[in-house]
C-alpha cells in the first residue's frame, strides 16, 4: 500500500478514482453496413453526455464515452465488448443498432452484469435479455405502417418482401407474412440480398412477375438506392417502400424514384410538421444542440441515442447508483417516460420500451419530408 492510499483510509477519504466518472460503453458499427445510423447513434449519445456534463454530470460524476468499431460485424462486436469490460471499465452498455453483435456479445455483458441499452432488437436468450433493453420500436410497427397505407390508400393487394440477412430483417419479415392477411394484402414473394450486392434486379424482376404491386424492403444501407435504381432500369410500377433510415439514404432514392418511394419515419424525422405535443416538447430539448452542432444532419438515430442516456440516468437517480444490478433494477421500474421518439414503459416482463406506434409514413418532394399517413 502506498502512502498516499494509507494516508486516503486513515483520513476516510480516497483518491480520485474511475468512481469519479460514470462511463458509458458504445459497440457501434462505424464502418460496414450500419455506419450512417451507427454514427449518428454514437452522436446522440455524446450529445447527451455533454449535455449533462454541462449541467455537472451525473450525481456528480463527469459523463465518458467509450467508443468501439465493430465494423458492423458479430464477432468484432464481441471483441470491442470484452476489451469495454476488462480494459476501460465501463459502467453501461449504450450500444449500436448492429443486433447480431450485440447478440453475439450478450452472454459476456450479461455474466459481467452490465446493463444494455440498445439501438437494436433484444437478445432471444432469458438470461441475456435480463441485462438488456433496448429504445427501437416493436418490429411490427414499421411493417403496419406500411401495410396501413396500401390497404386505406391504394389498390394494391400483393406484396413482395426484400431482406437482408440481419436478425432485425429476419424479425420484420416473419411480422410481413404473418399478419398481411389482417390488412387484406398476400405476400406474393420474399427475395433476400446481401448488404454488399451491387445488383437487385434478379430478386425485383422475381417479385414483379409474381404480381406484387410494392416492395417491402427492409434493411439498412445503399442497397435502398441499388433497389430503385434497378426498379427504374427496368421500367418497373411498384411501389418501393422502406424501413427507417438515414435520410442521406433516402434522398438520392426519391430523386431516382419520386412519389413511387415511400418510407417509415420517426417523430424527429418529421418535427417541423409535428402538432404541439409533449413528444414535440421533448424532442426540441435534443434538436437545439443537435442542429446547433450538426446542421440539417438527419436527427433519428441520434434522438435515439440520447433517449437511451436520459433513461440510463433515470435509472440512475432513481437507485441513487450506478452499480449495474441497481441501474438493472431500476431501468425495469421506468414508465410513462417521454422521450424523443415516444413515450417509455419498461417493466419487467418488457424490455422494449415502446409500446404505442410512434411512426409515419413519409416521402420526400421538393427536397422535404412530408408526411403522407
Known sequence: MTAAMAAALLFGTAPAQAA??????????????????????????????????????????????????????????VTAYRKMISSDGVDVFISGCVSAGNFAAAGMV???????????????????????????????????KRFEYLRDKTQIRKVGVLH???????????????????????????????????????QLTKLQSAGAGAVIKIGLGGTTLTAAKNMKQLGSSMLLMTSLEDLAVFKPVSEVLGDRFLFVASPSQVFDALPESATRTEISKFLEPWRAKYGDRDPN???????????????????????????????????????TTGIYNFTPENHQGITANPFVLATIADDRVKIVQ
Open 20 to 77: 469519479d466518472v460514470l462511463k458509458i460503453g458504445i459497440s457501434a458499427g462505424l464502418t460496414g453496413y450500419a455506419a450512417t445510423v451507427d454514427r449518428a447513434w454514437r452522436d446522440g449519445v455524446q450529445l447527451a453526455a455533454d449535455a449533462l456534463n454541462a449541467k455537472g454530470g451525473v450525481m456528480g460524476r463527469k459523463v465518458e464515452v467509450v467508443v468501439e468499431d465493430n465494423r458492423s460485424e458479430p464477432q468484432e462486436a
Open 110 to 144: 450479461a455474466r459481467a452484469e452490465k446493463p444494455m441499452m440498445l439501438c437494436s432488437i433484444l437478445p432471444q436468450q432469458a438470461s441475456q435479455v435480463k441485462w438488456a433493453f433496448t429504445t427501437l420500436p416493436p418490429a411490427g410497427f414499421e411493417v403496419e
Open 164 to 202: 437482408d440477412p440481419t436478425p432485425y430483417a429476419l424479425l420484420q419479415k416473419s411480422v410481413a407474412e404473418k399478419i398481411a392477411g389482417k390488412y387484406g394484402l398476400e405476400v406474393a414473394g420474399v427475395e433476400s440480398y446481401k448488404q454488399d450486392d451491387a445488383d437487385l434486379s434478379v
Open 301 to 339: 438515430w441520434a434522438s435515439r441515442g440520447w433517449d437511451g442516456v436520459m433513461l440510463t440516468v433515470a435509472a440512475i437517480e432513481a437507485g441513487k447508483s450506478a452499480a449495474g444490478p441497481s441501474m438493472r433494477d431500476r431501468i425495469e421500474t421506468i414508465t410513462g417516460f417521454q422521450g
